[in-house]
């Protein structure tokens, strides 16, 4: 391994890195990890259930395959994190999981079932500005089916996507996946003057995408000449006036008749885009695709028309959903919120097209691991995905630490979680390891206890006070009578019952 050392500066003294993370980044302790695992293996497992096979993208894809976060400049880095490869050509960590799978579709298309039906559970990143819950860095859990245009493609997302929340322990009432179409949208658009215009168009359904975070008002700021955030940074706006603001406003913002009754949702956005070729089309599609759920018993507490639901990328081209939790949470500041959003997707027709010249219709749906494990970590308190409770062996005896190990092997044979000390500390640094660790029990096997065949377990939950106070072995064992001698052949049935919460004798 090669050393590398720190470089002299100006003055003899030697350069020294400050410690510190990236904006929009941040460092995972082991609770939220594991967590996450079994999080994610519950999804993995609802997604392959339905017959969706797994696939695996490069991180990296060449900046020309995500097409539209690239901007007209030398250096293509809004939105994306880009690099330039020894060859010239720009790389780009991947922003989504959906344009790099378009990519795989366009490069393998012949040799793919139709239609091509993957999960994928990745890494992405976006160069974008952060802020409270927005990292630069998350996972995602798509999947998507490429090669059909039937609604019905997209209903079984939406309720593939249900069974996902309701395996992570979401009751009915907790959660709702909201369905809207970009092909309704198109019909307003039309009737307000911008469907002709890509960029003011974009610029409208990337405003009407923040209805949930900025309100009424700031989304009729972004419809308007733009909008001044808290930080003082002026996004501009579509520039519609204020007749077209308010058709466009009518149409994504439920009224009172809609919210009291979901069933008269789609009806009254059909007859907002009568005459529109898109938007008759658009709720047509809606009406398809809520007649399936229904029909397999996903009804209006689960799945349901929201004309305020967009979604900002300018890829989706049909239906698009939303999965929002609907629970309060208690934020950072103590306050109590509706955490929104946990994932959501739509049709995208035409990004296979991008490669291929022909269009091979799409449809996905993703959800956000990270915000969806935030919030239930909130609601249910982190002891509840907490790792699975953790022996520490102590090692009294430095001449005995193999029997230490071996102890420690014993019980991970077992199933249970153990390690056996490593350090060079004596009795108190090790049950202050043992504290920070937040381990369950110590395990104790010294001299006298081998001796006598015996064993001694000792519950640690007041492991912080005992650490600070106990000098001694002996004044640690006499402590607290949450203390068990047992017979060494009984360790594994013992702990197991101690983790239980029961006594041994």
């Known amino acids: 391994m090669n050393e590398q050392r720190s470089a002299p500066v100006p003055g003899g003294k030697a350069f020294r890195p400050k410690p510190r993370l990236p904006r929009g980044f941040k460092d995972r302790d082991e609770a939220e990890l594991m967590a996450e695992a079994r999080m ?293 500041a103590d306050e109590k919120v509706v955490f929104g959003s946990i994932g959501g997707g739509g049709r995208y027709d035409g990004l296979v097209a991008r490669f291929t010249g022909a269009e091979v219709p799409a449809t996905g749906i993703s959800i956000g691991v990270s915000r969806l494990l935030s919030a239930l970590k909130a609601r249910a308190g982190a002891q509840a995905f907490a790792a699975a409770p953790l022996c520490v062996v102590l090692v009294l005896d430095k001449g005995a630490a193999a029997e230490a190990f071996r102890t420690a092997a014993e019980l991970r044979a077992a199933g249970i979680r153990a390690e056996a000390y490593a350090g060079d500390g004596g009795m108190k640094a090790q049950l202050k390891y043992a504290d920070k660790r937040c381990a369950a029990i110590a395990v104790i096997e010294g001299g006298d206890e081998r001796a006598r065949g015996e064993i001694t377990l000792k519950d640690l939950n007041r492991g912080a006070e005992l650490a600070k106070t106990a000098e001694t072995r002996d004044a640690w064992l006499t402590a607290r009578p949450a203390q068990q001698t047992v017979r060494r052949g009984e360790l594994v049935a013992c702990v197991r019952a101690m983790l239980d919460g029961g006594r041994t004798s």
């Open 40 to 332: 994610l293996d519950t999804i993995r497992g609802v997604y392959a259930s339905y017959g969706f096979q797994a696939l695996e993208t490069s991180a990296f894809e060449y900046a020309d395959a995500l097409g539209k976060f690239l901007p007209d400049s030398d250096r293509p880095n809004e939105g994306v994190f880009s690099l330039k490869d020894d060859d010239g050509q720009w790389l780009s960590l991947r922003y989504d999981l959906t344009a790099p799978l378009a990519r795989h579709v366009a490069e393998n298309f012949q040799n793919l079932p139709k239609p091509f039906r993957r999960y994928q559970v990745g890494t992405v990143w976006r160069n974008e500005k952060p802020g409270p819950g927005r990292f630069r860095e998350f996972i995602q859990c798509d999947a998507d089916t490429v090669g059909s245009a039937a609604p019905a493609a997209d209903a079984e997302l939406l309720m593939m996507c249900a069974d996902c929340l309701e395996s992570l322990g979401l009751k009915r009432g907790d959660y709702g996946i909201l369905l809207n179409s970009r092909k309704l949208l198109d019909g307003v658009l039309e009737a307000a003057g911008v469907a002709a215009d890509p960029v003011r168009r974009g610029i409208v359904l990337r405003a009407l995408d923040k209805l949930e975070r900025l309100g009424v008002d700031g989304v009729r700021a972004l419809l308007g000449e733009g909008r001044r955030d808290e930080s003082g940074d002026f996004t501009s706006g579509a520039g519609l006036n204020p007749e077209a603001i308010s058709r466009v406003l009518g149409f994504a913002v439920p009224d009172q008749e809609s919210a009291g009754d979901p069933e008269s949702v789609l009806p009254r956005l059909a007859r907002s885009v009568a005459g529109s070729t898109a938007g008759e089309a658009g709720a047509a599609n809606l009406g398809e695709i809520l007649r399936i759920v229904n029909t397999c018993g996903y009804g209006a507490d689960r799945i349901r028309v929201d004309s305020g639901i967009v979604r900002g990328l300018d890829y989706y081209t049909g239906a698009v959903f939303e999965a929002q939790l609907t629970f309060p949470v208690t934020n950072d």
